[in-house]
């Protein structure tokens, strides 16, 4: 028998450890594979190489892609479940709101990027896009502490 203030766990917009797993796996390599292009893009640079990009730089553009598909498609089945309950019931709409915002803009800059043709487009994409993607980490750890802290309370 489910007890008045209880839901059923059924119910519960909380993630299950596969898929927190996943979200947070996938999230984690975007985070440090974009850590590590920021790095060889504006640190390891020689001075005076001109456009010329540091040689790691693809390579972590190339994990930064394989990652984004996995993470997609984690964000993805997050929605019809813990998003839409979650909204429904009213838990961390903020921060979860923050992170569905967050999400569509770097999905959008992501793009603008790939298929952004001029440098002065390119540059500032680029630079909305990583700003994005460092608050969103921040915004990701920010959403999930609430959730535990909330979890966690007497009801």
Do not use: C, K
């Not at 008045?4 to 440090?32: C, D, E």
């Not at 010329?52 to 984690?74: M, Q, T």
């Not at 952004?116 to 959403?143: F, M, N, P, Y």
């Amino acid at each position: 028998m489910i007890h008045p203030g209880h839901r059923h766990p059924r119910l519960r917009p909380r993630l299950s450890r596969r898929q927190r797993t996943w979200l947070y796996l996938t999230a984690a390599t975007l985070l440090l594979s974009g850590s590590g292009w920021l790095i060889a893009h504006y640190l390891l640079r020689p001075p005076g190489s001109g456009d010329v990009p540091h040689p790691a730089e693809v390579w972590w553009l190339r994990l930064h892609g394989a990652a984004v598909i996995g993470f997609l498609v984690s964000f993805g089945a997050l929605l019809p479940r813990h998003v839409a309950h979650g909204w429904r019931e009213g838990s961390n709409r903020t921060s979860g709101l923050a992170m569905v915002i967050l999400v569509s803009l770097l999905a959008l800059t992501g793009y603008g990027l790939y298929y952004a043709v001029e440098d002065t487009q390119r540059t500032w994409i680029g630079i909305a896009h990583w700003s994005l993607g460092l608050i969103a980490a921040a915004a990701l750890a920010l959403h999930a502490t609430l959730g535990r802290l909330r979890r966690a309370s007497p009801r």
